[in-house]
T-cell receptor
Framework: GQQVMQIPQYQHVQEGEDFTTYCNSS?????IQWYKQRPGGHPVFLIQ?????EVKKQKRLTFQFGEAKKNSSLHITATQTTDVGTYFC??????????FGPGTSLSVIP | EAGVTQFPSHSVIEKGQTVTLRCDPI?????LYWYRRVMGKEIKFLLH????????ESGMPNNRFLAERTGGTYSTLKVQPAELEDSGVYFC???????????????FGAGTRLSVL
């Protein structure tokens, strides 16, 4: 079946270091969304990427959608303790179905 | 604008009992989704309503799970009888009409943490 994978599963960084999580789909996606879940919280929408090769920035966060629309990445520059949480990618298939990746849990050491 | 609300926030039941979870989507959102996250693993899709109709229920684990959305407003997810492996956090999300990319953002509720003992 269709799968969305994310790596790494866990990442521990020193505050100020950069962080990247990668998302890969087994099939071509119509779009990809990124969500952040704080510890004990619920997923909160961050961004949606639609076009092949699209790059979007939100302050220290940079999101990229691959040319083949099968992979995506989220890069955080100079992490802060407020960045702690689990980052999920969610791919929308051609059948209008949203498949979540397993998430990358980010810990930031002050 | 009120967000997606879920009730209860936490439920503890014994194996074999019945539990009903409720989700109130954002007003005007036709799409309603149920997801489950077990033991810190991925968020797994359960089913998708468009108004009162089940658009996709391919993620429902078995016939012990029954979801309804009568009238196309709030939805309930009943688990009967509950088993130990049903424990997890059940999230509900809603979005406006699907197929319209700009409005396909899913807004999640806070979730219901179900513990089956």
């Amino acid at each position: 079946g269709q799968q969305v994978m994310q790596i790494p599963q866990y990442q521990h960084v020193q505050e100020g270091e950069d962080f990247t999580t990668y998302c890969n789909s087994s099939t071509t996606l119509s779009n990809i969304q990124w969500y952040k879940q704080r510890p004990g919280g619920h997923p909160v929408f961050l961004i949606q990427l639609v076009k092949s090769g699209e790059v979007k920035k939100q302050k220290r966060l940079t999101f990229q959608f691959g040319e083949a629309k099968k992979n995506s990445s989220l890069h955080i520059t100079a992490t802060q303790t407020t960045d702690v949480g689990t980052y999920f990618c969610a791919g929308k298939t051609s059948y209008d179905k949203v498949i979540f990746g397993p998430g990358t849990s980010l810990s930031v050491i002050p | 604008e009120a967000g997606v609300t879920q009730f209860p926030s936490h439920s503890v039941i014994e194996k074999g009992q019945t539990v009903t979870l409720r989700c109130d989507p954002i007003s005007g959102h036709d799409n309603l989704y149920w997801y489950r996250r077990v033991m810190g693993k991925e968020i797994k899709f359960l089913l998708h309503f468009v108004k009162e109709s089940k658009q996709d229920e391919s993620g429902m684990p078995n016939n012990r799970f029954l979801a309804e959305r009568t009238g196309g407003t709030y939805s309930t997810l009943k688990v009967q009888p509950a088993e130990l492996e049903d424990s997890g956090v059940y999230f509900c999300a809603s979005s406006q009409a699907s197929g319209i990319l700009a409005k396909n953002i899913q807004y999640f509720g806070a979730g219901t943490r179900l513990s089956v003992l």
